[in-house]
């Protein structure tokens, strides 16, 4: 089977709702420091977080399944190998941490002792009980991940931009909306 020329419309969807979601749950995190301990505007934006962590799930699930049934348009043959195996392994990285975030968000909401709730629209308690020193952990790992899909996604965007503007190939375009 050939590769194709081109993101499917839902591929590119997905690209583009994830960086918007990843940058709004970023956002999220910092939204409690505007408010004291205690203020019920906190907890507010800690179901956002979690909501729209929950999306990210669901979209980054859809998105594995697409790059897997679709698969990725071809590099361009002008591409060196190690430029070829940095795409590769970059690629692999974003879709890692694109998984792990979510999981270990989802763990720690767990290890704190709460339920995950979707907006409000259903609830799924924690299977296990509380456990600070855990939690702590994931908390961490988790901020982690958080900090280097910020890097990692910085980095991709610069590569897209350099392959646009200085190498002048068609890389950008293929995930830009619109184009076929």
């Known amino acids: 089977m050939a590769a194709p020329t081109t993101y499917t419309s839902a591929q590119k969807f997905l690209h583009w709702a994830l960086f918007v979601l990843v940058v709004l749950l970023y ?27 929950l999306l990210l799930a669901a979209l980054v699930f859809w998105r ?13 043959s002008e591409m060196s190998t190690p430029e070829r195996a940095a795409a590769k392994i970059g690629h692999f ?5 694109l998984i792990a975030i979510p999981v270990l968000g989802i763990l720690l909401t767990w290890f704190r002792g709460d339920a995950l709730s979707f907006f409000g629209l259903f609830t799924i308690p924690a299977p296990f009980a509380p456990e600070k020193t855990t939690a702590r952990t994931v908390r961490e790992l988790h901020s982690l991940c958080a900090n280097a899909i910020l890097i990692v996604a910085g980095l991709h965007a610069l590569a897209a931009l350099y392959h646009h503007l200085i190498r002048r190939d068609a890389i950008l375009t293929k995930m830009l909306p619109g184009n076929r």
């Open 64 to 76: 594995v399944v697409l790059r897997g049934l679709r698969g990725a348009p071809s590099l361009p």
């Open 27 to 53: 956002a999220l995190t910092y939204g409690d420091a505007f408010y004291s301990r205690g203020d019920p505007a906190v907890a507010f934006f800690w179901r956002l977080h979690i909501s729209f962590g």
């Open 93 to 97: 990285i974003l879709y890692a941490l």
